[in-house]
């Protein structure tokens, strides 16, 4: 069994806890199989109490157990939970701002094209308006058309103008 200084906080001080100038309790697993990993119990200045031994120096801490990290007070765990909270509430307002955008971008979108296809509309109606070898019919359609075509685009424009006030 040999030290593994890759499981503790700092590699160059095997058996040292993250934040060793704090009192603190951290979470060990003993190097054996199968054994739970435990709170033990760093003292600032002393190193490692123990329940069977008073203290154990960091070397033989690092030789005996890997380093999981420390333990949480039920205050900062709760802490971590809010903020984490907080952050996915956030991040999921940003995602509905950005939903928002592209369906708005899409509508704008939309209403440009049907507009497009209203002008164009007007434009074969124009053309049919302006040959009189049509047979007559068609073209007292082309004209309703263009006058229903006209209205519609008259109204796609000033939805979208009042959407771009907003």
């Known amino acids: 069994m040999t030290s593994d200084p890759s499981s503790w906080p700092d590699p160059a001080r095997s058996g040292v806890p993250a934040n060793p100038e704090q009192d603190g309790y951290h979470w060990l ?7 739970a990993p435990y ?4 003292k ?21 157990y890997r380093y999981l990290g420390p333990c949480f007070a039920a205050s900062e765990v709760a802490a971590r939970e809010a903020a984490a909270a907080e952050a ?11 939903l928002a955008r592209v369906r708005a971008e ?24 302006r040959e009189p070898d049509l047979i007559p019919n068609i073209r007292r359609e082309y004209l309703a058309q263009s006058r229903g075509a006209e209205d519609v685009r008259d109204a796609i424009r000033a939805r979208m103008a009042e959407e771009n006030v907003r």
Do not use: H
């Open 88 to 98: 996915m509430r956030t991040k999921v307002q940003a995602e509905e701002q950005a």
């Open 44 to 64: 600032a200045g002393k190193g490692w109490v123990w329940v069977r031994a008073p203290y154990l120096s960091a070397p033989d801490t690092a030789f005996r």
């Open 106 to 129: 899409a509508w704008r979108e939309g209403m440009e094209g049907a507009a497009g296809i209203a002008d164009a509309i007007m434009q074969q109606a124009a053309t049919c308006a």
């Open 39 to 42: 709170p033990a119990l760093w």
């Open 29 to 35: 697993q003993s190097r054996k199989r199968n054994c």
